[in-house]
């Protein structure tokens, strides 16, 4: 395992807005930047403030993409946006959609590499699973997307453009002339358990989620969006202060000889590290309790005594327990708990006083469900020997 010894932000190339050979692309960046940016290409500082704001209303409240349809602007200022800047999505290479109404997006950036985005969606609301890197770089020996080096890390506007190309797939975009607070949501929620690690990639992901949680643009609640982390527990802090989402941690191991297998970062901060950073979250994020996520692999973590660990090493953090029954992918090296199995777990979490959802696999059969996802492009297999030596198992 290399990544013990990784610095925290790790220092992975990200692609500059400028397009090849022409004009910069808008999305992602802050309104600060935006601001700077539309000085820089003539703009007056006396109308940079309105000019800033009519923009990120037109593009991420009402989703246009074409300067010359932002009709508050005039003629003139149009052709100057048109002659410096695009607004330019990531391309959706290919959609599939599961037999319970799940859509996987085969989604593809600059430079030609491709992530992976899925929205779930349930009877009440919309769920969207983004990605923050190409690949991962935390080799979790139970995840697909693990098997898959990491490329580099997603800029900003690769982030929150996965949201704006969903919405325009579900047709969200609000009519004109529409109040968009009137609008229903299909998109309601955004998790951050895609591709990667978002803490490895922090400054992108949080000015993304800046952008969804902004009230002149996409409008989503922080307490809509949910951050999922293996546990990198110097940016846990960070998260609090500078994004105040929910927070969910990837555990799935009640010893540290267990999760050092498992979730390989343990062996830079282990199960005290990470459940004291843990501790402090919900009061300084005022956020809500944190959602532990803990797949169920046969016979190596879903023990009663297992169940009884879990419960004492959570006591005193607001804390539910996401139970997930493993989801298989080829080569992998696990098995799925018994139907029973997962059940009489949960029922141990569930009367210690935490809530302990089995979460239903959604999109099987497309991969899109928790722990499968990989870009086709870079999807060449290794075999279930080298994945189960690399797990530290036989």
């Given at each position: 395992m290399t990544d013990a010894s990784a610095p925290i932000t790790q220092d992975f190339v990200t692609i500059p807005r400028k397009m090849p050979d022409g004009p910069l692309?808008?999305?992602?960046?802050?309104?600060?930047?935006?601001?700077?940016?539309?000085?820089?290409?003539?703009?007056?500082?006396?109308?940079?403030?309105?000019?800033?704001?009519?923009?990120?209303?037109?593009?991420?409240?009402?989703?246009?993409?074409q300067f010359d349809e932002m009709t508050n602007l005039s003629k003139e200022y149009r052709a100057l946006l048109t002659e410096n800047f695009v607004i330019t999505l990531p391309e959706v290479v290919s959609k599939?959609?599961?037999?319970?109404?799940?859509?996987?997006?085969l989604v593809r950036i600059a430079g030609g590499h491709e992530v992976e985005t899925v929205y779930i969606p349930e009877t009440d609301r919309g769920t969207l699973c983004i990605s923050s890197q190409v690949g991962c770089t935390l080799t979790c020996s139970f995840c697909h997307t693990g098997t898959q080096k990491l490329v580099r890390n997603l800029t900003s506007g690769e982030i929150i453009g996965q949201?704006?190309?969903?919405?325009?797939?579900?047709?969200e975009w609000p009519e004109p002339g529409r109040n968009p607070a009137n609008t229903a949501?299909?998109?309601?929620?955004?998790?951050?358990?895609?591709?990667?690690?978002?803490l490895y990639n922090f400054e992108n992901?949080?000015?993304?989620?800046?952008?969804?949680?902004?009230?002149e643009g996409i409008q989503l609640s922080r307490r809509r969006i949910t951050l999922s982390t293996s546990g990198v527990v110097p940016e846990i802090a960070r998260t609090a202060t500078e994004i105040g989402c929910l927070l969910a941690v990837s555990f799935h191991g009640t010893t540290d000889e267990v999760r050092d297998k498992l979730v390989p970062i343990n062996k830079r901060w282990n199960l005290e590290a990470l459940l004291d950073a843990l501790r402090d979250y919900p009061k300084v994020s005022n956020s809500e309790r944190i959602t532990f996520e803990y797949v169920m692999l046969k016979g190596v973590n879903d023990t009663d005594e297992d169940a009884h660990r879990?419960?004492?090493?959570?006591?005193?953090?607001?804390?539910?327990?996401?139970?997930i029954p493993f989801n298989?992918?080829?080569?992998?090296?696990?098995?799925?708990?018994?139907?029973?199995?997962?059940?009489?777990?949960?029922?141990i979490i569930y009367k210690a006083g935490y809530a302990s959802p089995v979460r239903k696999p959604r999109g099987e059969d497309i991969f899109a469900a928790c722990g499968q996802l990989k870009s086709a492009t870079e999807r060449a297999r290794k075999s279930r020997k080298e994945i189960a030596a690399e797990a530290g198992i036989s």
């Open positions: 692309n808008l999305l992602g960046l802050t309104r600060d930047a935006l601001h700077d940016t539309l000085i820089a290409a003539g703009t007056s500082e006396k109308q940079a403030k309105m000019r800033t704001g009519q923009l990120w209303q037109w593009i991420y409240q009402k989703g246009v993409r599939q959609v599961s037999v319970d109404g799940t859509r996987k997006y949201v704006m190309l969903a919405r325009d797939d579900l047709g949501r299909l998109l309601s929620n955004i998790v951050l358990m895609g591709m990667g690690e978002p992901v949080r000015d993304a989620m800046k952008i969804a949680m902004d009230p879990l419960v004492e090493l959570i006591k005193g953090i607001p804390a539910k327990v996401n139970l298989p992918w080829p080569g992998a090296p696990y098995q799925r708990s018994s139907n029973n199995r997962i059940n009489a777990f949960a029922e």
